[in-house]
């Protein structure tokens, strides 16, 4: 961030006062009569920048863009004279934030990501909540899950205009909803356990509640009203109501309907696009290139939605533009949504996201789509730091006011408009790379730093796969280095705090069932022994540790509800060790005759890898991975 400087702004001001009061300690300025005159004015569609002779001037067209032409101004003063020149790539870009997932970031905490955007100059904030808003008429709709308050959006919504951010509300209105159907009070308005029964008239009441809930906040007419991943649409209640009818005829149907909302509402609404190429794919699968969509369906599909097209799997942007290409078809400009790997435990995997990233906009502009976000997932109960994902912001942000991406340009940003160091948050994606960890040239990266930390030591469903990797050794160099990162990241220490409680702990615990395993088999008593006394007990207190530091973390950042779940993994942790510790005492006291555990044959988790192949895997499931029964 910029030392404390003094400016005096001149010219075309007019309601971006408070968005500069909010960010002067941001950006560390002081507004000055006696500062660095800089003359304010509009441009047609650039941003220009320039200082000079102590003098500085800024041309915007938008609100969003003179934020990031401040900070560019700024960041001038530190280094030297410049005379800058952005051409924005995209009309829209920004983030959708998952709300879903547990980890329920507090209005205060969203706060700081607006003004870490106004400066990277995104202008768009999507708030992704299944059931994490109030419904007036709903009491059950996102109850004891930190459901974020009319009060509380229209707060969010207020802030964010600051800065010329447009907050879009995103919900679900078919499946994702099973948080909401477990409930006795929705017994009736369910399809499968997480799909809404299409067709009922029920189902559309309580569709308008949502979405005039949703919007009412906000003061964009935008919606984002979900409908992916709808897996078993009309195979559930739905069948045994009505009898079986092609889903593509469901889904257009239930969409016109959901639509009739939008419009009598007067919002511009989006969907996630996946459903209509996964019915038209013979496997099912969204980038199954052979998928055909019926001409009649395209044809009859509404022109007053936009489909979103989501992917931060690809690395090849010929990949992206066939794609993009397959979603012009559907007869409304396209909208890309892209990725930050945050969703696959505590690591950020920036290798992945970097190369995604890189191909997915590349195609993005060459194929002149003009609106893009990204998102940030938090999968499986939010176990992520949400802040890790702001160099995947600075990413999408550089590539949007540039059309080749600079790679030491996205560092000097980063620097400058969080205070954070670059190659510091490229190694939290090491936490997935040890050895033996597949990421290249895979969609779906290896994620070792979750199941090997929740997987259970006397079971150890995933101890094949570790095998002959010395993981241990690279968890105990990570730690220390991530342990430098965090003193050399300023107020962004907290982000680094979990990954090395995490690294500590995998250091020990990442082969320590196959080493007690090896040690069981070859009746080693006195190492079982140490391990009892000593190793356990020591792991035993370092999860504990990570733990308080999660804790401390999760309360600072989001809201309390969901952290229940977190705790709960830590507690059944922390009592299967105890467990080990006592399963080992009993054998080696005599009192039971053998460890039936550690007799057991040890599988390859996959069900397919052949000892030759051996290697680590991805399993993003806690329920599969602590253990094998039931739940």
Same mark, same amino acid.
């Given at each position: 961030m910029a030392s404390q400087r003094g400016i005096r702004l001149e010219g075309d001001l007019a309601g971006l006062e408070a968005g500069i009061e909010a960010l002067r300690g941001e950006l560390g300025f002081c507004l000055a009569p006696e500062g660095i005159p800089v003359h304010v004015s509009r441009s047609q569609q650039n941003i220009e920048v320039s200082l000079e002779n102590g003098?500085? =001037? %800024?041309? *915007?067209?938008?609100?969003? &863009?003179?934020?990031r032409a401040l900070g560019l101004l700024l960041e001038a003063l530190l280094d030297s004279p410049v005379q800058r020149k952005e051409e924005p790539q995209f009309d829209m870009n920004g983030v959708m934030v998952d709300a879903s997932r547990n980890a329920v970031m507090k209005p205060d905490s969203i706060k700081i990501l607006l003004r870490k955007m106004a400066v990277m100059g995104l202008d768009v904030l999507m708030l992704y909540t299944e059931d994490t808003y109030a419904i007036e008429t709903q009491p059950y709709f996102g109850y004891m899950r930190g459901r974020y308050t009319d009060q509380e959006c229209r707060e969010i919504n207020d802030y964010a205009g600051l800065f010329g951010i447009e907050v879009i509300p995103c919900i679900q209105t078919l499946a994702h909803l099973e948080t909401f159907l477990q409930w006795d009070a929705a017994k009736e308005l369910h399809d499968t356990p997480a799909v809404l029964l299409a067709g009922s008239d029920r189902t559309y009441a309580l569709i308008e509640e949502m979405v005039t809930a949703a919007a009412k906040p906000f003061q964009s007419k935008k919606i984002h009203i979900g409908m992916d991943e709808a897996h078993g649409l009309g195979r559930g209640r739905y069948l045994d109501l009505n009898g079986y009818r092609p889903r593509f005829e469901i889904m257009t149907d239930h969409l016109q309907r959901v639509l009739s909302i939008t419009r009598k509402l007067g919002l511009q609404p989006m969907i996630w696009s996946d459903m209509y190429v996964r019915i038209g794919s013979q496997t099912g699968d969204y980038y199954d290139e052979k998928a +055909?969509?019926? =001409? =009649? +369906? %395209?044809?009859?599909?509404?022109? !007053? +939605?936009?489909? +979103?097209?989501? !992917? *931060? *799997? &690809?690395?090849d942007p010929e990949f992206y533009g066939k794609y993009i290409r397959l979603h012009k078809k559907f007869g409304s400009p396209p909208v890309f949504a892209g990725g930050i790997w945050t969703f696959s435990g505590v690591g950020t995997h920036y290798e992945k996201t970097f190369m995604a990233t890189d191909a997915a906009l590349s195609a993005c502009k060459r194929e002149g789509i003009k609106e893009v976000f990204t998102t940030i997932w938090m999968d499986d109960g939010g176990e992520n730091n949400l802040f890790s994902s702001l160099l995947g912001l600075q990413l999408f942000a550089e590539h949007g006011y540039a059309k080749k991406l600079d790679r030491e340009r996205v560092g000097k940003r980063f620097r400058f408009c969080t205070g954070a160091d670059l190659q510091s948050f490229m190694l939290l994606g090491s936490i997935d790379t040890p050895p033996g960890a597949k990421w290249w040239q895979v969609l779906e990266p290896d994620n070792p730093g979750k199941y090997l930390l929740w997987q259970d030591i006397l079971t150890g469903l995933f101890d094949r796969h570790a095998e002959g990797f010395d993981v241990a050794s690279h968890y105990a160099r990570l730690a220390k280095s991530l342990k430098a990162c965090a003193a050399r990241n300023g107020e962004w220490e907290h982000v680094f705090e979990v990954p090395v409680k995490l690294c500590e702990v995998l250091s020990l615990k990442s082969d320590i069932g196959i080493r007690l395993k090896r040690l069981y088999d070859e009746k080693n008593h006195g190492e079982l022994a140490h391990f009892a006394k000593h190793v356990l007990p020591d792991l035993h207190q370092r999860v504990g540790e990570m733990r308080q530091v999660h804790r401390d973390q999760w309360f600072r950042i989001y809201k309390p509800f969901g952290w229940e779940v977190l705790d709960i993994r830590y507690g059944g942790l922390l009592a299967r060790i105890d467990t080990a510790i006592k399963r080992l005492a009993d054998f080696l006291d005599g009192r039971i005759e053998r460890v039936e555990e550690l007799e057991a044959e040890r599988l390859f988790f996959d069900g397919l890898t052949r000892p030759e192949d051996g290697g680590l895997v991805r399993c993003n499931r806690y329920q599969r991975i602590c253990t094998a029964n039931v739940l």
């Open positions: 003098r500085g =001037e %800024i041309r *915007y067209n938008r609100k969003i &863009h003179f934020f +055909v969509i019926p =001409e =009649e +369906v %395209i044809e009859n599909l509404p022109r !007053d +939605v936009k489909f +979103v097209y989501w !992917d *931060y *799997y &690809h690395t």
